[in-house]
């Protein structure tokens, strides 16, 4: 198992049995947008401890402004300092940079992935992992969710978490019907939520204002979430629980995706018919 960075310097072997919530994201900065929930959830919680798992290198992000000319090692040294310091900030129990080029992620042949996650999952045991959702446009990001259901697959019960959440990101869960999504509620974490986007300059500096765009898909959440109750909270995040796709190896990952699809596709044409004369 890699070794990770932990920013208490517990020992390791402590360091990793107390890690409750785990998310494992493509890059750096994904953690802190879409598993923001159990991070804001064990920030200085007693019984309660986030660990992070960043799969990519960074060496493929944009870039611009102040980061226009970095070399892709420049820009993999500055992601890898960013990753490193948002653990810190959000009190990680663990944090593991794997640094792996987005196109062996990719590839499902011999993706490195599958026998990592495996080790770090078993070394942790968490409750809940946060990872991508299926359906989001980023091939990466899909590609790390394939190699976390593989690998939760390749694990034995006892070490499955009690639930698997696939988070928005590059494409946002609001189409899914409300019974089948998984509202995490971000509210009354500004602060953290704050000093944790404010890390990653490289990013926001570097030409993808994602702080003003998560923060925004929040609220926007929040809002639009149920259209005849009021707001019962200021901030959610959305996930597909993906937590059938590890109890079941039998069930097929595109046809779990596409039936959430299908679902939604049935209840829009059913509305339509509904109100047409």
């Not at 796709?245 to 299908?262: E, G, N, Q, V, Y």
Request: charged share 25%.
């Amino acid at each position: 198992m890699p070794i990770p960075d932990i920013p208490d310097n517990t020992p390791l072997p402590k360091a990793l049995a107390r890690i409750t919530h785990l998310g494992i994201g493509a890059h750096a900065d994904d953690l802190e947008f879409m598993a923001f929930h159990g991070i804001a959830q064990c920030h200085q919680s007693p019984n309660h401890w986030f660990g992070g798992v960043t799969c990519s290198d960074g060496s493929g992000c944009s870039r611009s402004g102040p980061f226009a000319n970095f070399t892709d090692d420049q820009m993999k040294a500055a992601r890898a300092k960013e990753q490193t310091q948002a653990a810190e900030v959000g009190k990680y129990a663990a944090q593991w940079q794997l640094d792996y080029p987005s196109a062996a992620i990719k590839d499902s042949a011999n993706s490195p992935l599958v026998p990592e996650l495996s080790e770090i999952i078993k070394a942790t045991k968490p409750n809940t992992i946060y990872t991508h959702n299926l359906a989001d446009k980023h091939d990466t990001h899909v590609a790390v969710t394939t190699a976390v259901i593989a690998a939760l697959r390749s694990l034995p019960e006892d070490v499955h978490p009690e639930q698997l959440l696939g988070c928005e990101m590059w494409r946002d869960l609001d189409w899914m019907l409300a019974p089948d999504k998984v509202p995490l509620d971000n509210s009354n974490h500004d602060n953290l939520a704050k000093e944790l986007n404010e890390v990653f300059q490289s990013q926001i500096s570097g030409g993808k204002r994602y702080d003003r765009a998560v923060l925004g898909r929040r609220y926007a959440n929040a809002t639009f979430f149920s259209s005849h109750t009021t707001d019962d909270t200021d901030q959610l995040w959305f996930a597909m629980d993906l937590t059938p796709l590890m109890k079941d190896p039998s069930l097929d990952p595109i046809d779990f995706t596409t039936a959430h699809i299908d679902r939604f596709r049935q209840d829009v044409a059913d509305r339509i018919k509904r109100y047409s004369p």
